[in-house]
């Protein structure tokens, strides 16, 4: 976790040190490539049968081409307010709530800056739930459920790394069997997107109690101010205890890559 950026939670990275036959201490590259893309992440999660929100993805090449249809298959498609967000993009980098056609149009221009894919997504009215991981397909350690509170606020980069961060609880209030579905999706999610060492998934909890998956995130942040190494310290682990379990994971699946039959 001491890199991040685009060519480093896609795998990119990972692939080259793996090439050059080091151990990466983070996700598999197949991992870090199928989270990165939000759009093939959601597919993935759809086929699961874990409920994501309804998504129009539009490419810069078709808004040059016809932004007026663009902006009317969203508002054909999907109930506002919307949700703007770069298809490969981390740290929320770039992400932005529109509640009117021109809020959207302006959303667009400024995602089409990071990104040439974008994901507009309807609102889920509900509560931010996020599960951290650790360990590996034998071993694997799901935290007590965090919980976000940014209300009409995007949880984005400055929401995250800002003077002012969005506030948060490493323990959420849920019930034991809300939280046992979170912990057991989020073990799902984890093996069927072929991660491993540590993750964050992040969810939506609503008032009829459904999951909606909202994103994972192969490579979570360890600041000051990140969620993860907060999820990990309420449970009694430092940040010596996480990187110590990052690598047993690291050279248990090493091993066994090299011990196969």
């Known amino acids: 976790p001491l890199t991040l950026g685009p060519t480093v939670v896609d795998g990119c990275l990972h692939g080259f040190f793996e090439t050059l036959g080091f151990i990466v201490a983070v996700s598999s590259r197949r991992g870090l490539s199928l989270s990165m893309h939000k759009q093939d992440a959601k597919l993935l999660v759809k086929e699961m049968g874990v409920a994501t929100a309804k998504h129009v993805e539009l490419t810069y090449l078709r808004w040059k081409e016809d932004a007026k249809g663009c902006l009317e298959e969203v508002v054909s498609s999907l109930p506002s307010p919307w949700w703007i967000k770069p298809a490969s993009s981390g740290s929320s980098i770039g992400v932005k709530k ?48 965090a919980e976000v509170f940014s209300g009409e606020m995007p949880y984005d980069y400055e929401g995250k790394y800002g003077k002012d961060p969005t506030p948060c609880t490493a323990k ?90």
């Open 98 to 145: 529109a509640h009117s056609v021109e809020e959207l149009t302006q959303a667009l221009l400024s995602g089409f800056t990071i990104d040439k894919t974008l994901l507009v997504e309807e609102e889920i009215q509900g509560r931010e739930i996020e599960v951290a991981l650790l360990g590996d397909a034998s071993a694997l350690k799901a935290f007590d459920p």
């Open 172 to 261: 959420a209030d849920l019930t034991l069997e809300q939280k046992q579905q979170v912990q057991q999706l989020a073990k799902q999610i984890f093996h069927r997107f072929s991660m491993r060492h540590f993750c964050r998934i992040d969810f939506f909890l609503t008032e009829k109690g459904v999951w909606y998956f909202n994103e994972i995130n192969g490579i979570p942040a360890f600041t000051p101010t990140s969620i993860m190494p907060k999820i990990c310290a309420a449970a009694g682990m430092s940040a010596t205890d996480v990187i110590d379990q990052i690598l047993e994971s690291c050279l248990h699946v090493q091993y066994h890559q090299h011990h196969i039959l």
